[in-house]
């Protein structure tokens, strides 16, 4: 007589057989016959740019791993919710104690400025304001406030 | 290469009737690449619903031409897009073919004279297997033309030599 793991054997059996008749299947109709253009990479019918492995800016590490922290605390949050009447005082207080434990780690990432993004400084370009009209050099301001230009302008 | 695959001579009953099955098998399941180009591409949706049901002739449209056995080339193919179908069309896995919907695809349609940006056939890039006429075709056409290719599938070899 099967156990309980034997019928999950079984689908596991099935499964693997299936997967091999796919394959062996595939071989044995598929035409085979490559060329670059058919191999290239799918970009919605553009010319593939690039390699699919670009680097990445290591500044997401730091916050990768947060998140992973604050993630995990979430998913132990759900049960721990759903079981909360029957633990009573003492599971609120054991919850408590591990959220404290997570917030102080928290502060300290945010005091550390882990949670900052630095960015380069933006540079700033500067022109020279002045401009050239009719052989005389005159600063934007003085244009600006010159009659002519304003004429016609109420 | 595959095992089967351009690898007989003709005449053998058990290759004859392995093709049968094979073309068979590839006929009900004639897998679409999910794109249109104009107003053909309305009257293919139409072919979709539920009205014309194009599903119960196996066309089941997919987004990517891996897994893709037929192109709908449905509409207006502007020279722009010219080289995307080609490119589209090389990616498709083999055995693989066209339906050349509307006039536009067939031969320019309105835009034969005048149309600077369009290409005067979609065949002058790819080889069409089926064209409906129609400008644009009724979803009827539309299933009519997927019946000529089962027709065509239905009569072809895929492990016979080829000359």
């Known amino acids: 007589m099967l156990t309980e793991f034997g019928k999950a054997l079984i689908f ?36 593939p740019v690039g390699s699919a492995w670009i680097r990445l800016n290591v500044r997401f590490y730091v916050t990768a791993l947060i998140f992973l922290i604050f993630d995990v605390e979430v998913a132990f949050l759900f049960p721990w919710a759903l079981v909360y009447r029957q633990f009573g005082l003492m599971g609120f ?4 104690v591990f959220l404290i434990i997570l917030i102080v780690g928290y502060a300290y990432v945010w005091v550390k400025g882990d949670l900052n993004w630095d960015k380069p400084k933006p540079q700033i370009p500067v022109f020279d304001r002045t401009i050239v009209t009719a052989g005389r050099m005159r600063s934007v301001s003085t244009i600006l406030d010159d009659d002519d230009v304003n004429e016609g302008v109420e | 290469m595959g095992l089967l695959d351009q690898r007989f001579e003709n005449g053998n009953v058990f290759i004859t009737s392995l093709d049968g099955l094979l073309n068979w098998a590839r006929l009900s399941s004639l897998w679409q690449m999910q794109f249109g180009l104009a107003c053909c591409a309305i009257e293919m949706m139409a072919a979709s619903a ?8 196996g066309v089941i449209p997919r987004a990517t031409p891996r897994q893709v056995d037929v192109m709908f080339v449905a509409g207006t193919v502007t020279i722009k897009m010219a080289s995307r179908i080609k490119r589209l069309y090389d990616q498709m896995s083999e ?9 536009c695809a ?10 600077y940006h369009v290409l005067k056939g979609v065949d002058r890039v790819i080889p069409v297997d089926v064209y409906i006429p129609g400008c644009p075709p009724r979803p009827e056409a539309l299933l009519e033309g997927i019946m000529k290719l089962q027709e065509k599938v239905r009569k072809e070899s895929m492990i016979r030599k080829r000359a």
């Not at chain 1, 207080?93 to 408590?96: G, P, V």
């Not at chain 2, 055995?95 to 006039?103: A, E, H, T």
């Not at chain 2, 067939?106 to 034969?112: K, L, Q, T």
């Open chain 1, 12 to 47: 596991l059996i099935i499964g693997a057989i299936f997967v091999a008749l796919g394959l062996v299947g595939a071989w044995v109709f598929r035409p085979h016959r490559p060329y670059p253009e058919k191999n290239a990479t799918y970009e919605c019918g553009e010319e």
């Open chain 1, 93 to 96: 207080l054991e919850m408590a």
């Open chain 2, 50 to 57: 539920s009205n014309f049901d194009i599903m119960r002739f």
């Open chain 2, 95 to 103: 055995p693989r073919y066209v339906i050349s919907m509307g006039s």
């Open chain 2, 106 to 115: 067939n031969c320019g349609g309105p835009y034969w004279e005048h149309g």
